[in-house]
């Protein structure tokens, strides 16, 4: 099966601007994860949707970040305006759900975001 | 709130020999999942070994083994055999199951190298 499909793979933008980041999750899986990894740590959830709606954004720094899941499949992420603090691996992952059996999230290859 | 703690922030081992990576972690649910993760160059987080908190009995996928202490809330990995390919971040993650959210809570990751 194709894996979880995310673009750019990298990006660099100045403080201030905006930037989104999209993600194709693996076909029928109903859950997405948004996960930020700033350089030296591991990965941090932001948001995670159940089809189209969310189910865990607590983390996400709501008056920058907004992220959308129309239709349940792809998603975007956007950072609006950019600060030098979210340069950092934006990774999408996906998994199927519900799925007691099987817990373990695919992973995609992540965006790397430099802010200048 | 669940935390992840890697001690070794770098690890090396000679190809062919064994090596364990540490991992503790703090909680007070009794129904989760741990994770070891692998982070090649790539970026894209592949998943190594889970245990299932529930059970006693360690889990093992070929040539990677856990030491599971769950009274102790300990949660190591051991690569018996090691390859260079092993060369990469791992990371060990918590996953609460009480609730709605799937969350993966992430240690800071041991960099291992295998040296040939």
């Known amino acids: 099966e194709a894996g979880v499909a995310q673009s750019p793979r990298y990006k660099i933008i100045e403080k201030r601007q905006s930037v989104a980041f999209w993600c194709n999750p693996i076909?029928?899986?109903?859950?997405l994860y948004w996960y930020q990894q700033i350089l030296g740590q591991g990965p941090k959830l932001l948001i995670q949707?159940?089809?189209?709606?969310?189910?865990?954004d607590s983390q996400l720094p709501k008056d920058r970040f907004s992220a959308e899941r129309l239709k349940g499949v792809d998603s975007t992420l956007k950072i609006q305006p950019a600060k030098l603090e979210d340069s950092a691996v934006y990774l999408c992952?996906?998994?199927?759900?519900?799925?007691?059996?099987?817990?373990?999230?695919?992973f995609g290859s992540g965006t790397r975001l430099t802010v200048v | 709130a669940q935390t992840v703690t890697q001690s070794q922030p770098e690890m090396s081992v000679q190809e062919a020999e064994t090596v364990t990576l540490s991992c503790t972690y703090d909680?007070?649910?009794?129904?989760?999942?741990l994770f070891w993760y692998k982070q090649p160059p790539s970026r894209q987080m592949i998943l190594v070994i889970r245990q299932e908190a529930y059970k006693q009995q360690n889990a093992t996928e070929n040539r990677f083994s856990v030491n599971f202490q769950k009274a102790a809330k300990s949660f190591s990995l051991k690569i018996s055999d090691s390859q260079l390919g092993d060369t990469a971040m791992y990371f060990c993650a918590f996953m609460n199951l009480q609730g709605g959210s799937e969350k993966l809570v992430f240690g800071k990751g041991t960099k291992l190298t295998v040296n040939p």
């Open positions: 909680t007070s649910e009794n129904n989760y999942y």
């Open positions: 949707f159940q089809n189209n709606g969310v189910v865990d």
């Open positions: 992952a996906s998994s199927p759900t519900p799925d007691r059996t099987n817990y373990g999230y695919t």
């Open positions: 076909s029928g899986h109903a859950t």
